[in-house]
């Protein structure tokens, strides 16, 4: 009943989000001028990319909420999915990774954006312009969504324990990149010394709870579940996590929340969208996406490799790939030795 319960509940805020979204930019000219703007070139008339992007990927998201309901069986869980269906969500996913990547990129290349500096990062006041630098640095992230999500679909058809935790080795590699990339702090945004006095007190809570939902993301729900598969995975062949109807909810807002931040400006920088209303479609979608990841993280994901994850962030910064790899054999160690 409980579980029923949140699955209402996410419908109810997924539905409201999307259809606030679907709403604004089907009025007036929003439509036409958003996805279907055009540029010359050599004479000839040709669409922005990442507006055709934005398109296709909306779209892409809306299908993967549609795909993902045949997983609720008569109010229950399927906990056995078929080959057609394991298929289905593998190649839906590995299309979402590469929009998403393909998505931020072509916003860094085609918004004039190289020399905007703002006072901080992040999109949510009014007088903020998104970076070329944030949307470099938001590309690392959706390179991380489309390896994390292969990492657990592959798990599932793995039966080496070896195999499973060099995977997820693996999986935790792109980090060795990421001093690679531009690097922002939601921090800036409501720290003292920092403090933009353009702000208003409502963003930098936000700001503040975006701060602790990277925090909560990047150790529970990155490298903690990571970690937590692999070690359960070596215990038992469980369905695979991906299709886990409740996991599908989770993942499409996470990939939701990662675009919307810079689309909802977007659409407040060209009068389509009120601030207020970008604020509380902001709020709805934290809110969503904060149950969803609750919920995946409750079921899911062992505390003692997610605490450990956080201790070595602060005490071994920068360095994520060797807290993992650290965390993952003591963890499998201790397992073996049947102490956990």
């Known amino acids: 009943m409980c579980m029923h319960f949140v699955v209402l509940l996410l419908l109810s805020l997924s539905s409201l989000f999307f259809g606030s979204v ?8 929003a439509w036409n001028n958003l996805f279907f703007k055009f540029a010359k070139k050599g004479g000839t008339k040709l669409p ?14 809306l299908f993967g909420f549609f795909l993902s309901f045949p997983l609720f069986s008569n109010g229950d869980i399927q906990t056995n999915a078929s080959i057609s269906q394991t298929f289905t969500f593998v190649t839906y996913d590995i299309v979402l990774g590469i929009f998403g990547i393909l998505l931020t990129l072509s916003a860094a290349r085609d918004f004039p954006h190289k020399n905007v500096k703002n006072h901080a990062s992040g999109t949510l006041d009014n007088h903020a312009t998104v970076t070329q ?19 657990i679909h592959s798990i599932s058809f793995m039966i080496n324990h070896i195999l ?19 690097v922002h702090s939601f921090s800036a945004n409501y720290s003292q010394e920092n403090a933009d006095t353009k702000s208003t007190f409502m963003v930098k809570v936000l700001y503040r709870i975006k701060k602790y939902q990277y925090v909560f993301y990047k150790h529970f729900l990155l490298h903690g579940l990571n970690i937590s598969l692999a070690l359960q995975y070596t215990i038992t062949n469980s369905p695979s996590l991906a299709l886990d109807p409740y996991f ?12 919307m931040e810079f689309f909802l400006q977007t659409l407040v920088k060209k009068g389509y969208l009120l601030q207020s209303s970008m604020l509380a479609m902001q709020k709805v979608l934290m809110l969503a996406s904060s149950i969803a990841a609750i919920d995946v993280m409750w079921r899911k994901v062992l505390w003692l490799p997610c605490l450990l994850s956080l201790v070595l962030n602060f005490t071994w910064r920068g360095r994520d790939l060797q807290h993992t790899t650290t965390v993952l054999i003591f963890l499998y160690a201790l397992q073996e030795l049947h102490i956990l």
């Open 133 to 151: 630098d944030e949307m470099i640095e938001h590309s690392f992230y959706q390179i991380l969504n489309l390896i994390q999500i292969l990492f």
């Open 48 to 61: 922005y990319q990442h507006s055709l992007l934005g398109f296709i990927y909306l779209f892409w998201l």
């Open 164 to 182: 499973i935790l060099l995977l997820c080795m693996l999986a935790t590699f792109p980090w060795q990149f990421r001093h690679r990339f531009p």
């Open 248 to 259: 599908r909810f989770y993942w499409l807002l996470l990939n939701t929340a990662y675009v």
């Open 22 to 29: 679907v709403f604004t930019i089907t009025s007036g000219s």
